[in-house]
């Protein structure tokens, strides 16, 4: 396995895609609307946010590849 295949693959889609962009959504909003405090809680969303929503735009999750597992149609 190259590199490039490592982090450019396609391997998320369906169900998974929708609902990595539906949490990463909620989350940006959450902080946007600055409906948590300050504190861990305020990080947390924020990083729920960003993997969420890159993922779902890459269509592609490094964790995925790496056990060798897709929810993409071949």
Request: proline fraction near 0%.
């Given at each position: 396995m190259d590199m490039k295949e490592l982090f450019l693959q396609e391997n998320v889609g369906g169900l998974d895609l929708l609902l990595r962009a539906l949490f990463g959504s909620i989350a940006i909003t959450v902080l946007a609307l600055d409906?948590?405090?300050s504190g861990i809680w305020r990080w947390v969303l924020a990083l729920i946010a960003f993997a969420g929503l890159y993922t779902s735009i890459m269509r592609h999750?490094?964790?995925y590849n790496l056990i060798s597992f897709s929810t993409a149609k071949k």
């Open positions: 409906l948590v405090g999750c490094t964790l």
